[in-house]
């Protein structure tokens, strides 16, 4: 890990039960309480935490969560002082303890859970899965030389799709997107998509990608 603009992860252990489910706004609000210039950077990715969804807007955190962030490699001693921490999210608590460093690994198939990307004329409104799909291959295709993307299918039912919409709450809006697939992706090509991204708010858990088994 030579370069310094290697990207990698920092795992952070957590102790803490729940989360709101929607918590990649305030977990960022958090996390910048003690990184300021977080607000700033451009390059780094906040995975949102997984969890069991219950009744009242919560998700019960899985056993041994682990909070990851990714990051350019000079980045790392900015973040080691996240660790030692309690962070309040949205009234919820946990505890970050001391991370370990993770490369990324590549994959032919990568999920990103929400990508969220500004469509035009749709101010407002959900994209269309076709326009937002245009997008979407657009965006693709300017950072990397092969692969696909495709919106992810919650379910299918009597050959209408029906896509993984979710959303983002931040600040008094809701901002809706898709779950997203990307396929045949070489390494170098894999690497750069998990590196970059597509869409916008990384920093809230949007449009980071992880290998991935789907199709």
């Known amino acids: ?39 700033e950077i451009r390059d780094v990715g906040i995975h949102t935490l997984p969890g069991v969804l219950d ?3 919560k998700i019960l955190l899985v056993q041994n969560p682990t909070l990851r962030i990714r990051m350019p490699l000079n980045r790392i ?5 996240l660790a030692g921490r309690k962070y309040v999210v949205n009234r919820e608590s ?16 990568l999920w990103a859970r929400l ?19 245009k997008s979407l291959r657009e965006q693709l295709r300017s950072l990397v030389p092969n692969g696909e993307v495709m919106l992810e299918v919650k379910r299918k039912d009597l050959e209408v799709d029906d ?15 898709y779950g997203v697939i990307a396929k045949g992706l070489d390494e170098s090509s894999s690497l750069r998509l998990q590196s970059v991204g597509l869409g916008g708010r990384r920093k809230m858990g949007c449009g980071l990608f992880v290998p991935s088994a789907l199709n």
């Open 163 to 177: 896509y993984a919409r979710r959303v983002l709450r931040l600040k008094g809006s809701t901002l809706t997107g």
């Open 94 to 109: 946990i505890l970050l303890g001391s991370p370990t460093i993770s490369a990324l690994q590549p994959s032919a198939s």
């Open 1 to 39: 890990m030579d370069d310094p603009n290697e990207f990698v992860e920092l795992h952070f252990p957590v102790i803490g039960k729940c989360l709101p489910a929607d918590h990649g706004y305030s977990l960022y609000s958090a996390l910048s309480r003690v990184i300021p210039e977080l607000h």
């Open 77 to 81: 001693p900015q973040f080691y002082r």
């Open 115 to 133: 990508v969220l990307i500004k469509i035009a004329g749709s101010e407002g409104r959900t994209a269309e899965p076709v326009s937002f799909l």
């Open 55 to 57: 009744q009242r807007g």
